[in-house]
């Protein structure tokens, strides 16, 4: 036995209680282990824990040989300077290929999928452990609905979900969007009193920095908008913006948008409180358990057939993010949206030193400090192929560097450590699906979150939850999936990357 003060990561100070504590709350698998504990997130990138943590796995008689799989390794091989990455050669830049593929996936069902048998029946079946998924099961059972049942093909956190920046912030450019996301934030302030666990919203404001007139003017016109439904929101001058985040260069901009209310989240807890405040209302999440086709019978959805078997279902939830028009077209269904992998890198832990999350609106770049200390930041890519792509490019790393590092210069001799992917639910109005399938009674849209996602999930998940009980909600009629057919798009034009 390994004595319980024994250091498994020295990076993070991870010990082996700290192991024992995450598998008896359920976090028993390696993946999973590694985001409770911060495992192997540190300088040595996993590279000197791994080892003794397969081995802790190893000599637990409770955990299954196949928690001793271990948790993917995240480019670069080693931390490398911003500048470094900066400097490499445009035939980089240019290449848009990964050199590192997915794994191919594993025929079967998962080596940790639950032994228990599923219920014969229920009365909801949400189909994807993302954060909307989990948000609305525990909105549905804190209502009193007692059979509700999610399904998540992989670990909580295996989407966007677990791969976002966590940024929220209510500067939007539509009144409803500005709405959701206002209330969403105050929940996300009461979380840890509502759900026990603390998400970290820290309100260092978001910064959006126009480098031309026509984002000025986007931004002006978003700055009036807030202003009528009482947000914070000023445009202010470069020596201002400097004055807020004193590495800027202030070349880069002409003016910017200030509001200090939004700010940054830790997005795993968020999943995990959910899911933990579902669970104890009686709501069942079953983790690697993979939904393989639905039953379509009479023009209503009657069952969904999992590799664990069937399950009938009154009314069945798509919230798959960018999974979902795979999910959909099982109904015999067609959805709009169109997956982007946006990439993403976390640094070296510094100093605090930056309050805001900062974003160049044209470019698509955004960064802000977590708490732990790291620069995490993405950008988009104008020439991104459509595609669910999680894979990890050097091009990523070579252009947000420079585009960092020019903003920033001070960031140059930064050293990033560990890189990731995810993909944006795009849709045709970078706005939301939500509500009844035309064609499928009983088959419900909550899909269609492109970037921002994460900062509408209390919300959204709410007033579905109300809607799903009976009330009226405009919501669900304006972002429906009908609009695309009848040509009523609700165009959303703040959108980072
Ligand atoms: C790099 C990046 C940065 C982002 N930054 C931000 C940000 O700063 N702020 C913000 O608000 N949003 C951000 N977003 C967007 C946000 O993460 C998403 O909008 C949000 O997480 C979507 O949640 P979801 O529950 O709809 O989807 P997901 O979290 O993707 O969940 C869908 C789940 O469905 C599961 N699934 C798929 N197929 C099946 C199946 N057959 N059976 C069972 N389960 C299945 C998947 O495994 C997945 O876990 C970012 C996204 C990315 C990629």
């Known amino acids: ?125 949400i189909i994807g452990g993302g954060i909307m998924g989990l948000a609305l099961a525990w909105n549905l059972a804190s209502r009193g609905e007692r059979n509700v049942i999610v399904f998540e093909r992989g670990y909580l956190c295996e989407g966007a979900s677990g791969r976002n920046g966590g940024g929220v912030r209510a500067q939007w450019s539509t009144p409803t ?94 999943l995990w409180g959910y899911a933990d405040g579902a669970r104890k209302l009686g709501a069942r ?72 999350l900062v974003s160049m609106l044209g470019s698509g770049l955004y960064f802000s400090q977590s708490m732990r200390g790291e620069i995490v930041g993405g950008m988009g890519d104008p020439e991104e192929p459509p595609g669910l792509n999680q894979t990890s490019s050097l091009r990523f790393l070579a252009r947000y560097s420079r585009a960092l590092s020019t903003l920033v210069p001070r960031t140059s001799a930064v050293k990033l450590l560990r890189q990731w992917a995810g993909c944006y639910d795009l849709t045709p109005d970078h706005s939301p699906i939500i509500g009844e399938t035309p064609g499928v009674s009983g088959l419900l849209q909550m899909s269609g979150f492109v970037g921002h996602g994460f900062m509408m999930a209390p919300a959204v998940a709410r007033r579905m939850a109300e809607w799903m009980g009976g009330a009226k909600d405009e919501i669900f009629e304006r972002f429906n999936l009908s609009r695309f057919a009848e040509g009523r798009l609700e165009k959303e034009t703040f959108i980072i990357g």
């Not at 007139?213 to 000023?234: D, I, M, N, V």
């Not at 109904?331 to 640094?347: D, M």
């Open 285 to 356: 999440i079953e983790t690697f358990t993979r939904v393989t086709g639905l039953d379509v019978e009479g023009g209503a959805v009657r069952a969904v057939e999992t590799d664990r078997g069937k399950v009938r279902a009154d009314r069945v939830v798509l919230a798959c993010g960018a999974w979902s028009p795979s999910l959909a077209s099982m109904a015999g269904v067609t959805l709009p949206n169109v997956p982007y992998r946006h990439e993403i890198v976390s640094s070296e832990p510094l100093k605090p030193f930056l309050g805001p």
């Open 1 to 125: 036995m390994i004595a319980d003060k024994a250091i498994v990561c020295a990076c993070e100070d991870v010990t082996v209680a700290d192991l024992d504590e995450a598998v008896a709350r359920g976090f028993g698998d390696i993946e999973s282990m590694k985001r409770y504990t911060g495992l192997g997130t540190g300088p040595c990138q996993g590279k000197s824990c791994l080892a003794s943590a397969v081995r802790y796995c190893a000599d637990r008689a409770d955990l299954p040989p196949e928690a001793r799989v271990p948790f993917r390794a995240r480019p670069p091989l080693s931390p490398t300077t911003i500048s470094a990455f900066a400097g490499l050669p445009e035939s980089i830049v240019r290449h848009r290929e990964s050199p590192l593929q997915p794994q191919a996936a594993r025929p079967g069902p998962h080596p940790l999928q639950p032994r228990e048998p599923l219920p014969a029946h229920a009365s909801v079946v």
């Open 177 to 270: 969007l500005v709405e959701l996301a206002k209330e969403s934030i105050d929940f996300m302030a009461r979380f840890a009193q509502e759900l026990g666990i603390n998400v970290w919203l820290r309100r260092g404001g978001y910064l959006f920095l126009a480098e031309d007139e026509p984002t000025l003017r986007r931004l002006e016109a978003g700055a009036q908008l807030h202003k009528k439904l009482g947000l914070a929101t000023r445009i202010i001058d470069v020596g201002e913006a400097c004055g807020i985040v004193p590495e800027l260069d202030g070349k880069g901009f002409i003016a910017a948008s200030w509001n200090p209310e939004d700010g940054v989240v830790f997005p795993w807890p968020f």
